[in-house]
């Protein structure tokens, strides 16, 4: 495949590139460290995964990484996995996150807003306040360092609060979103058996107020290792008996004590969607993500004190500790609780002029459903303070980056970023010193020497291949929970190149630097020996107005032949009649190639997906296969179960 994009769709100024963090660090680690001063990111890049142990040295410095015992080297054993980060150091993730309340306690830390759009500001002082007594209080319960603790919360202050004190202490923090049921949580939560709840009684959404406390009441029940259950009123009721009232543990004035921990303690749990089984318990470390965020959110994402920093997110997705991590760049971190799209599709437009975001990050599938519902962000709304929007979940179609381009302005940064749960950061995404190009991320990021692979093992430019990271990540996982050998970590990311990080995802590296993600690699089309990324058919389908969602399945057959049927959930009014057929099957042709037209087009109901929101592809392919729903998929991981027995009735017929 070669590159498709002669002219770039934005250009930074050179007044953006002097001005940005990113050049700053180049021209320091080139002075200390011997970072190539010329060549601008492409050259840094090389540098910071050739001299990987110099690079991270680096980025520890330039933010002032606090070591309350130095390390004795930045990169003990450096295999996958297993790579020993710091050897020696200790330090305290929440620490560096309430930093700026030394030097501007009275400025916003967290605005806060819900569907009335109205921000309330939490300051540095406030928030470093709340932090400092809940933690003592945290210790007070017998919370040790090690000890699980979690929360069943929205995406509200008090779940930063307990995030934050959770790791003063030296705790776990995990975390899931009240939208989850019951079976969903517990699947997640009895993994790591917290001694510790945080809960609400409900939350709102889409206008409604939701009644959880029939699912709190079945938490406790089935979570025998809890001490306490903290009760959040969010909408006011009465504590449950024998739960604690989060006022009475945030209402005193006490300095947050710190707990130096090695800089591999963990810090928290993040899930895997677990369409197909138990979620796997993905742990992260203290330090690693700490150097990580501060790389990312500072470098790559050019944050900073005067910026505010907005995500649309919820507690059961890794960006909402991304989002929280901005705290460590001394930012505005904007929560917002609440529909993605109430009280109409332009929710997120409106709440990132009532904050005055700079940076403002949300779906790929946000974006495509703005440009269907004909919003225009900016002839209804004053975004003169967002420098760059930022998408990830799926792709961005190169439609969505037109759309941006032309409905926001023509100077805007447009950042589509592809990391991973895995490693709670990106592989690769923005760069603020770099041309955007339609449907393209903008270059792998610092430190992570990202490849495209085909299956010997050989690297590739400018054709599809296997995402694979051949050096270690310092966020990349200490271990998942209950895999005392390891052997689920390495079977997760490690079986098909030993030693070598395989995500997943098909990717092309191009010549000039970029990378295009075309869709998860376990699922992949394969017809006739060659691949295709299902992401490159969703996004020329779902151009066609009567198209509202796609999912595309390639089925091998028992008798060696290949069945791929395109599924279509069709806007309302729509009707799949011939005429819609035959012009799905020639966009198809026309944007793709004749071997990407499906082999049947299929109404549905609806398109299921999990939790955080992706297309399910793997289960409805097993479903196709005639695997019982049960063996199939994890009930708990899908947002509506009822749309998968379309597609068990389906393969029950075929099979």
């Known amino acids: 495949m070669s590159t498709v994009n002669p002219q770039p769709l934005w250009q930074p100024d050179p007044g953006h590139i002097a001005r940005a963090r990113i050049t700053e660090f180049q021209a320091w680690a080139a002075e200390h460290h011997g970072a190539p001063a010329e060549g601008g990111y492409a050259a840094l890049h090389r540098w910071s995964v050739d001299e990987l142990d110099t690079f991270w040295e680096a980025v520890t410095q330039w933010f002032d990484v606090r070591f309350s015992t130095p390390c004795t080297r930045v990169l003990g054993d450096r295999s996958m996995p297993g790579a020993q980060w710091f050897p020696g150091a200790t330090l305290n993730y929440a620490e560096h996150a309430l930093r700026a309340a030394e030097t501007r306690p009275d400025e916003p830390a967290l605005l806060c807003v819900d569907e009335t759009h109205e921000p309330i500001p939490v300051t540095w002082s406030e928030l470093r306040r709340q932090v400092g007594s809940l933690a003592a209080e945290l210790r007070a319960l017998g919370v040790r360092p090690g000890a699980r603790v979690s929360g069943y919360l929205p995406n509200i202050p008090q779940a930063v609060v307990a995030l934050l004190a959770t790791a003063a202490v030296g705790g776990v923090w995990t975390s899931c979103a009240p939208d989850f049921g019951a079976r969903s949580v517990l699947d997640r939560f009895q993994q790591v058996e917290p001694v510790v709840l945080f809960t609400v009684d409900g939350y709102r959404y889409g206008g409604k107020e939701h009644d959880r406390r029939d699912t709190v009441a079945e938490l406790r029940r089935e979570l025998p290792t809890l001490r306490a259950v903290v009760h959040i009123p969010l909408l006011g009721t009465e504590a449950p008996e024998g739960a604690l009232e989060w006022s009475a543990l945030t209402g005193a004035d006490t300095d947050p004590v710190f707990e130096q921990v ?170 603020p010193t770099l041309p955007v190009y339609i449907g393209e991320l903008q270059a792998p990021g610092l430190g992570t020497d990202l490849q495209s692979w085909d ?201």
């Open 262 to 431: 090695p800089f591999d303690h963990p810090l928290w749990v993040l899930y895997s969607s677990g369409t197909t089984g138990l979620p796997k318990a993905i742990v992260q470390s203290q330090g690693g993500i700490l150097v990580e965020h501060l790389k990312q959110l500072g470098l790559h994402c050019d944050l900073g004190p005067e910026d505010r920093f907005f995500w649309y997110t919820s507690t059961g997705w890794m960006m909402w500790n991304f989002l929280v991590s901005g705290l460590l760049t001394g930012t505005t971190i904007v929560l917002y609780d609440g529909s993605p799209g109430h009280p109409d599709t332009g929710a997120q437009w409106r709440i990132a002029e009532r904050t005055a975001a700079t940076f403002y990050g949300t779906s790929a599938a946000y974006v495509m459903a703005c440009r269907k519902s004909d919003v225009h962000p900016a002839r209804d709304y004053d975004l003169s303070t967002v420098k760059c929007v930022a998408t990830t979940g799926s792709p961005l179609p190169p439609d969505g980056f037109r759309w941006l381009h032309h409905e926001v302005r023509p100077d805007l940064w447009i950042a589509s970023v592809s990391g991973g749960t895995d490693v709670c950061s990106c592989f690769a995404g923005a760069v």
């Open 455 to 655: 299956p010997s093992g050989k690297p590739l430019i400018d054709e599809v291949g296997e995402l694979v990271v051949t050096n270690p990540m310092p966020s990349m996982p200490i271990h998942f929970w209950n895999d005392p050998d390891g052997t689920r970590y390495r079977d997760s990311y490690f079986d098909m190149y030993p030693g070598v990080w395989r995500h997943g995802d098909w990717i092309t590296l191009t010549s000039r630097g970029s990378v295009i993600i075309h869709g998860r690699s376990d699922s992949t089309l394969n017809r006739q020996g060659v691949r295709m990324g299902s992401a490159d058919i969703y996004e020329a389908v779902e151009r066609l107005p009567e198209i509202k969602e796609s999912l595309v399945i390639g089925v091998e057959q028992p008798d060696g032949g290949y069945w791929m049927p395109l599924f279509v959930h069709l806007a309302p009014g729509a009707t799949l009649d011939e005429t819609l057929v035959n012009r799905v099957k020639q966009t198809i042709r026309e944007q793709l190639s004749p071997r990407h037209i499906p082999d049947e087009i299929i109404e549905v109901p609806g398109i299921p997906h999990t939790l955080t929101g992706k297309r399910i592809e793997v289960p409805v392919k097993r479903l196709l296969q005639g695997t019982p729903l049960e063996k199939a998929v994890n009930p708990g991981s899908i947002d509506n179960l009822d749309l998968l027995s379309f597609y068990e009735d389906l393969g029950r017929k075929r099979s």
